[in-house]
């Protein structure tokens, strides 16, 4: 408090003394002096006292003045400095301190047990100036002047006493259930052997509670011992105390007031609950607790003793490996749905998203909890919370992070409980409120809390370092020790006194400072850990009591003594209910879009990203001769095609690997909420598919223009769209999967790397490792690469539908295919026949020789099947044993059938190229065909898919002649949809399918697969179970 309100207090008591007719007693002096001990130390407690004396001096001169001059005047000053100086002060005082000015103002009017008029009309200008409720201004007179009067709200006081209110007289001492309340408007609190009475009176407006005693007992309050018949306000945490009676708590009284405020009583239970961690002894140990609602609890402990497990199981989160955990007798596993939005948790960890506003967080935050809220009440429900929070005024400001801070950390704290708060759950769990905080914002936030408590909830927080204030906020108090073995359950102040009296120290019953009030919550640990000594006089690393061993002090002293309470089989109504799949999407969907349109940065890296790349790509590639740029001519295009499906995946993993890892403490909560995973993940993946298809456009724009690549832009869009989203699976899979971003992007190159090297493009299949390698399919490892699929899919693509290609394609693929047979395979059919002639001459060895009798019977089979001759009778002949001259000659004369065949057909196809071309000529001119030849066909991909710089057109395999040359003419064998690289087509039983849209389908399979591998977190999954492996091991190892 200010000095210049203490000074305008000073004078207020003044005037009021003067409104006295026998001045400033000393009992009025000793009221001013309790007043300033609440404020100020002793030192200026002396002086404010001497300054009321002089105001009161000076305001008795004046007013004695003004009554020799008139008789009226004197009054009409004392009521008119009144009126000023309340306006004065009014606006430095909360609601709270000026109630407490009323108080002591009333006991200083009626120290003398006689109130006048003018002293009556005063105290009324004070409480009208301080805009006190007329009930509650009422209230506090008959708390004050004693209750003869009649209109005071008798709900609002609490009477303390050894009187049996509770039960009949006759089963008072026998009976403990089913109770009858007798007849009486007051609320009654029962205390054995208090003689007289505590009178205490609640202030509802302030939440503010007062008392006084009356009685002769030597009672105590924060070690000072308590007046008869003067005011003392009851703060958190409040003990009184006296000989031979049971410690009235703070809590015990206010619990009177609120169980009348509150709709419906929570009984909150746990019998025997026990949890272990998988492979270990570490968890909570049994415990038992039964609290009712209107409670705020705190968890203490040190370090790793299970505090934020203890929280995680009683919110459900974790499954209990024994005992059960009932609301109002409903158990949480076993009736979820009953119990639904009764539980709220507020993990230590920010749940914001960081790029909205304060609004927007709690905004949709509000449309995922309340399915049945119209937009109008939606909007209440928000700008209600944020002035319940005192957030109004940053409600626009974008929420930010702990390192690039918009909001303070205090805020962003009653931010993530205002999360929780709006869906206004019974019972309230919050894991380390106040660390990183000030000492201020630690206060707020835990006022905060406490608020909730006076609204009927059940508030239980886990808390490190409270301070002495946030230490008294709490109704009861859990303490863990190492292991999670519970330790203390009651009531926070007596806690100290307990460890102190089980620690044998000398200074036991003290609980707290006799001068300032304060307490030190740390001693509760420093007994807990207290070392052994050893013989030199140090400390030793071993405890002088073991956590078993407080744990069974625990059991005997404190849990024995504990009773279950009492539940009601009915649950409180809930307004929170999730909507349906489809709307959550829709929620999910704008929430993201908008976090990211609120980022800048996201959006110019990533929509700029790809044209760029497209550039610096598209220039290093652009091969110029000394006439200048040709796009027939360009020997790196190939190389463009490739790294352009590689910019691809690169994209769409580095946009997609934090989406999941940067919302999983968000995707805690949300699955704490029940809500649908899918609507989450589609709403990401559609995102991430859009972003896709804008980045893939603008790179082809960009490359293609570049590299003046004609007619091709929606084939390329769609293949490096399709490589997009299957990396945007992966990117989504290993953020889900994986613990640390860091390793998300380690993880990265050891995804690409293998892409690049079995993507096809810069080692040839055939030159891999031997023990990888196909000779007549691409290699099983090629096949799971998404780079094969992709690049193969734009060079046939390319190749065989560019608009050159198109007009002769089919003529090549009847050249290439006729005379390969023609001047090639036949040719070493006849090779090998004259081989096996020579070798059953000269009798060489016998397995080689039927190898290549092998290889001539499947060749010329095939060959006679393909051209549709019949084949010569003599053909099962060929083998070592009736293999002759006769044989040989019958196998000539068909392979030159086959021959003429297949010239004949080559021929065919020729004309008819040769017919295509003289038509084009004749439509654009030799010269024009040429250019048209340049801008559409490029020599260095031919030379690549025709596979022209391979010396051996064929190679021999087992008992097959594998053709090496033109495989992009070359149809495959294959009826399960293997192929060679760049292959045409792909087969499929008896159907032949366009490469293009084959591999695009393979890929669009692998991203379909790869979603339901993120759908079931398989990796999360997988990581688990290697890490519980892991674990069991190590524990193995140390055993």
Not at 210 to 220: R, T
Not at 336 to 356: K, T
Not at 977 to 995: L, W
């Amino acid at each position: 408090m200010g000095e210049s309100i203490l000074n305008a207090l000073m004078h207020l008591f003044a005037i009021v003394a003067n409104a006295k007719e026998e001045g400033v007693s000393r009992e009025g002096k000793v009221i001013v002096e309790g007043f300033l001990n609440r404020y100020v130390n002793f030192e200026l407690q002396v002086e404010y006292l001497r300054l009321f004396e002089n105001y009161s001096e000076f305001y008795r001169r004046e007013m004695e003045y003004q009554a020799s001059v008139h008789s009226q005047q004197a009054n009409i000053l004392s009521l008119t400095e009144a009126s000023k100086v309340c306006t004065k002060i009014k606006a430095e005082l909360v609601q709270e301190e000026r109630l407490i000015v009323l108080l002591r103002l009333l006991e200083f009017v009626y120290e003398d047990k006689i109130v006048s008029e003018n002293e009556f009309e005063f105290i009324s200008i004070v409480a009208e100036s301080f805009k006190i409720p007329r009930s509650e201004f009422i209230n506090c007179l008959a708390f004050v002047w004693g209750d003869t009067l009649d209109k005071y709200d008798k709900s609002k006081f609490l009477i303390i006493d050894n009187k049996v209110t509770e039960w009949s007289e006759n089963l008072s001492w026998f009976m403990k259930k089913d109770v009858k309340k007798t007849e009486n408007d007051f609320k009654h609190l029962f205390c054995d052997n208090l003689y007289g009475r505590i009178v205490v009176m609640f202030a509802q407006s302030v939440n503010l509670l007062v008392f006084k005693y009356e009685g002769e007992l030597n009672l105590y309050l924060e070690g000072n011992k308590i007046k008869p018949d003067k005011t003392y306000q009851l703060s958190n945490g409040s003990i009184i105390k006296g000989p031979n009676i049971k410690s009235i708590y703070f809590s015990d009284i206010a619990g009177k007031f609120l169980k009348e405020e509150s709709q419906q009583k929570i009984i909150f239970s746990a019998k025997e609950i026990e949890f272990k961690f998988r492979n270990s002894n570490n968890g909570i140990h049994k415990f038992n607790i039964s609290e009712e609602s209107g409670q705020l609890i705190g968890i203490m402990g040190g370090s790793g003793v299970g505090k934020s497990t203890l929280l995680n199981v009683l919110n459900g989160n974790l499954t209990l490996n024994h005992g059960e955990i009932r609301i109002n007798d409903y158990d949480i596993h076993r009736n979820r749905l009953a119990v639904q939005g009764l539980i709220g948790f507020v993990p230590q960890d920010d749940l914001l998203i960081e790029e909205l506003s304060v609004f927007q967080n709690l905004y949709y935050n509000a449309k995922l909890c309340f399915k049945e809220y119209s937009e109008i009440q939606i909007l209440k429900k928000v700008l209600k919370i944020l002035q319940d929070l005192d957030l109004y005024e940053v409600r626009d400001l974008k929420v930010g992070n702990p390192l690039n801070k918009f909001i303070s950390g205090g805020q962003r704290k009653r931010i993530n409980i205002g999360l929780e708060l709006m869906r206004e759950p019974a019972i309230l769990l919050v894991d380390e409120p106040t660390s990183g905080l000030s000492s201020t914002d630690s206060e707020m936030v835990m006022n905060l809390l406490k608020r909730q408590t006076l609204k009927g909830k059940l508030v239980i927080a886990n808390i490190h370092q409270p301070s002495s204030g946030i230490f008294k906020m709490f109704d009861k108090l859990w303490i863990l020790d190492r292991g999670g073995y519970p330790i203390y359950n009651g009531n926070p102040i007596d806690a100290i006194v307990y460890f102190k009296t089980q620690n044998s120290q000398v200074n036991a019953s003290e609980s707290e400072c006799v001068t300032c009030g304060n307490v030190n919550p740390e001693q509760i640990l420093q007994i807990v850990e207290t070392k052994l000594i050893d013989d030199q006089g140090k400390p030793t690393r071993e405890r002088r009591i073991l956590p078993v061993e407080w744990y069974q002090k625990y059991k005997d002293n404190i849990e024995s003594n504990h009773l279950p309470l009492r539940a009601d089989k009915k649950l409180p109504q809930s307004d929170f209910k999730i909507p349906g799949k489809l709307k959550q999407f829709s929620i999910f969907w704008i929430r993201n879009v908008l976090s990211k349109l609120t980022n800048k940065q996201y959006l110019i890296i990533n929509l700029f990203e790809a044209p760029l790349l497209a550039v610096i790509l598209g220039y290093f590639t652009k091969y110029t001769t000394d006439a200048g740029y040709v796009f027939g001519e360009n020997k790196n295009f190939p190389v463009f095609l490739f790294m352009s499906v590689v910019v691809s995946m690169f994209l769409g993993l580095t946009v997609s690997a934090e989406e999941i890892i940067r919302d999983k403490r968000i995707l805690q909560r949300e699955k704490f909420l029940n809500l649908c995973r899918l609507s989450y993940l589609s709403s990401k993946i559609i995102f991430l598919f859009i972003l896709s298809a804008i980045q893939s456009l603008s790179f082809v724009l960009v490359g293609n223009y570049i590299l003046e690549v004609e007619g091709m832009l929606f084939s390329y869009w769609l293949v490096l769209f399709t490589t997009s989203c299957f990396s945007n699976m992966i990117g989504l899979n290993i953020s889900a999967g994986l613990n640390s971003v860091i390793t998300i992007y380690i993880l990265i190159p050891l995804i690409l790397v293998p892409q690049l090297l079995l993507g096809g493009a810069m080692i040839k299949f055939d030159d891999l490792h031997a023990g990888i390698t196909d000779k007549i399919y691409v290699p099983i490892v090629g096949d799971f690469m998404t780079t094969r699929w992709a690049y193969e899919a734009l060079a046939v693509t390319q190749f065989k539908d560019n608009k050159f290609e198109k007009h002769f394609f089919e003529f090549d693929k009847g050249i290439s295919d006729a005379s390969f047979k023609s001047s090639f395979l036949i040719p070493k059919i006849e090779s090998v026949l004259l081989e096996c002639e020579r070798s059953i001459e000269f009798e060489k060895n016998t397995d080689d020789l039927e190898a290549q009798f092998g290889m001539l019977r499947n060749e010329i089979s095939q060959l006679g099947s393909e051209a549709g001759i019949d084949i010569f009778p003599e053909l099962k002949e060929l083998n070592v044993h009736d293999f002759n001259l006769n044989v040989a000659e019958q196998t000539r004369s068909f392979l030159d059938k086959v021959k003429l065949y297949y010239l004949g057909l080559a021929s065919e196809s020729g004309y008819k190229k040769d017919f295509e071309y003289s038509r084009l000529v004749d439509s654009l001119g030799r010269d024009g065909v040429y250019e048209f030849k340049q801008k559409y066909y490029n020599t260095g991909l031919a030379d690549l898919v025709l596979n022209k710089t391979e010396i051996n057109k064929m190679i021999e395999v087992d008992d097959q002649l594998i053709q090496k040359k033109d495989p992009i003419l070359m149809y495959p064998d294959s009826r399960f949809g293997r192929s060679h690289f760049y292959s045409p087509v792909k087969r499929i039983g008896n159907f032949y399918i366009d490469t293009f849209w084959f591999n695009l389908a393979v890929v669009w399979l692998g991203t379909g697969f790869l979603f339901l591998c993120l759908w079931s977190d398989v990796l999360r999954k997988v990581m688990n179970y290697i890490e519980s492996i892991k674990l069991v091991h190590k524990e193995k190892k140390r055993k």
